[in-house]
Every structure is written in C-alpha cells, then in structure tokens.
C-alpha cells in the first residue's frame, strides 16, 4: 500500500490522501478538497483515481468531489447514511465493509460517530496498520463536535473502537493540528514529558512533510487517550469541582472536549 499525504496550505489546514495499490497503480482519493493537486500527484506518480471516499459530510472533505470526479470518472464512497448529505454517493458503507484498491490494498470501514453522526474512518489490512480517520481522532487531539456531532457519541468512538486499535497503527487524519493539540495536553497535564519533547522537537515542522504518529505515541501525548492519568484528574477536578474527586472516564473526557472547543 502506498499513501500519498498531501498537504493543502489551506487556512484549515486539510490533509487530502492517494491510497495506491503498487501493483496496478490504481488509487483512491480520500476527502480531496484540493482536487487539482490530487489529480498533480495522481499523474506525476502514474496513478489512476478510481474511487474517491469521504470520511463524513463537511464542505472541507467533500468540495473537491465534482472536480475529481468530472476528471476521473472515480466512484465516490461515503457512509450509508450520508445520502441526504453527501450529493452522487454511488456505494454506502457501513462498519465492517471492505473498500478494495486494486489488486493488494484492503481498508476496513469503522463507523466513527461523534464529530458527526455519518463518519467512517478507515483501517488497513496490512503488517503496519494505518488509520485514516478524517476529523475523529487528530494527531495528539479529538474532534469538535460543532456541526452535526455529539460529544458522548465520540466518547464511545474513543473507548470502543480507537482505544482497541493495535500501537502500531500509523495515524493520517485530516487536518494538521499537532502543534495546537500538544499544546491543549500540555495545559491540561503540564508533567507530560513525551508530550513537551515532542513539541519542542516538532515546532518548526512543515506540514508537507508532516511527521506520522502511531497510536502508541497517541496514547502517551494525546489528553483524551489519557483519562486515568492523576494529573489531569486532579486538576480538573480542582478547577471544576462538581465533577467530584474521583470523576469516571466519560465525565473527564466530556469535560476535556468542552474545554478543548475554547482553548
């Protein structure tokens, strides 16, 4: 499986993706709001687009759709229940549903409600897994749940589904917010050493050449992987003590989010 992470320069800060099969050269654009340099690397790697996929509805993932589309004669993909959201979705997927890239690359369909309700991520089938997880899980981040989401929605997301992946799944999501994100961990959990060497290590990166975290690393720099983690704990519960002393997971994660979307 090749992937190809193209970064926009956009003020969102977009990733778009070409998941190529090295076989056949087949590929597979996900959320290519850029479609143009989508269609650059497609031609200046010898790829052919024959299915574009959106991981959920928002204009940011689904505006380049025509464009690829009307260039490539590409299928699109979305969830199955996207239909009154997403215009010309020709297959609906549900959890569990395979999207084939050629002849080599299989990717698993997880139905990732929370920043909205019509989300897929998808999941690899390869030695080295790899998780393209479209606004769910951000480098060292979480979602918003502003526009069609719920934050107890991407509680279950996280605990259910995210939390079980193996640590070795390399993280593509799509958009470059890790800076901004290790910042958040940081201010909730200033002991986090992982955390500050990373930022301090990865401050001036560019986004073209965006570094990859595994969810390993997640789970050491990311606040809402670390629910349990003392520090975070007491301080929250020092700062907002309606939560108790002892607050459970949901209740820390909730509050971590609704902190994050004014942070």
Same mark, same amino acid.
Request: charged share 25%; aromatic share 8%.
């Given at each position: 499986? *090749?992937?190809?992470?193209?970064? +926009?320069?956009?003020?969102?800060? !977009?990733?778009?993706?070409? @998941? $190529?099969?090295? /076989?056949? &050269?087949?590929?597979?654009?996900?959320?290519?709001?850029?479609?143009?340099?989508?269609?650059?690397?497609?031609?200046?790697?010898?790829?052919?687009?024959?299915?574009?996929?959106?991981?959920?509805?928002?204009?940011?993932?689904?505006?380049?759709?025509?464009?690829? *589309?009307?260039?490539?004669?590409? +299928?699109?993909?979305?969830?199955? !229940?996207?239909?009154?959201? @997403? $215009?010309?979705? /020709?297959? &609906?997927?549900?959890?569990?549903?395979?999207?084939?890239?050629?002849?080599?690359?299989?990717?698993?369909?997880?139905?990732?409600?929370?920043?909205?309700?019509?989300?897929?991520?998808?999941?690899?089938?390869?030695?080295?897994?790899?998780?393209?997880?479209?606004?769910?899980?951000?480098?060292?981040?979480?979602?918003?749940?502003?526009?069609?989401?719920?934050?107890?929605?991407?509680?279950?997301?996280?605990?259910?589904?995210?939390?079980?992946?193996?640590?070795?799944?390399?993280?593509?999501?799509?958009?470059?917010?890790?800076?901004?994100?290790?910042?958040?961990?940081?201010?909730?959990?200033?002991?986090?050493?992982?955390?500050?060497?990373?930022?301090?290590?990865?401050?001036?990166?560019?986004?073209?050449?965006?570094?990859?975290?595994?969810?390993?690393?997640?789970?050491?720099?990311?606040?809402?992987?670390?629910?349990?983690?003392?520090?975070?704990?007491?301080?929250?519960?020092?700062?907002?003590?309606?939560?108790?002393?002892?607050?459970?997971?949901?209740?820390?994660?909730?509050?971590?989010?609704?902190?994050?979307?004014?942070?």
């Amino acid at each position: 499986m *090749i992937v190809e992470q193209i970064w +926009t320069g956009n003020s969102y800060r !977009n990733f778009n993706y070409l @998941i $190529a099969c090295p /076989d056949t &050269g087949e590929a597979l654009a996900i959320d290519p709001l850029d479609f143009r340099q989508c269609l650059a690397v497609a031609k200046d790697r010898g790829y052919t687009i024959r299915q574009v996929l959106n991981t959920h509805e928002h204009r940011d993932h689904t505006g380049g759709n025509k464009g690829l *589309i009307a260039a490539t004669g590409a +299928t699109l993909i979305a969830h199955a !229940n996207a239909g009154h959201r @997403i $215009a010309g979705i /020709d297959r &609906g997927v549900s959890a569990g549903d395979v999207v084939r890239v050629g002849k080599t690359v299989e990717l698993e369909c997880l139905d990732t409600p929370g920043h909205t309700m019509s989300h897929i991520c998808l999941l690899s089938q390869t030695d080295e897994p790899a998780l393209f997880s479209g606004d769910t899980l951000f480098n060292a981040g979480a979602g918003n749940c502003h526009n069609g989401g719920h934050p107890e929605e991407l509680y279950t997301t996280f605990e259910s589904q995210l939390a079980r992946l193996s640590a070795a799944t390399r993280l593509y999501p799509g958009h470059d917010y890790l800076l901004n994100n290790l910042g958040f961990t940081l201010d909730r959990e200033p002991g986090n050493a992982t955390a500050r060497a990373m930022h301090e290590r990865l401050g001036n990166q560019d986004p073209a050449d965006a570094y990859v975290t595994t969810l390993e690393e997640e789970k050491a720099i990311n606040t809402f992987f670390r629910l349990d983690e003392p520090e975070i704990v007491e301080k929250l519960a020092a700062e907002y003590p309606e939560l108790g002393d002892r607050p459970d997971r949901k209740a820390v994660f909730l509050k971590l989010r609704e902190l994050r979307n004014s942070w």
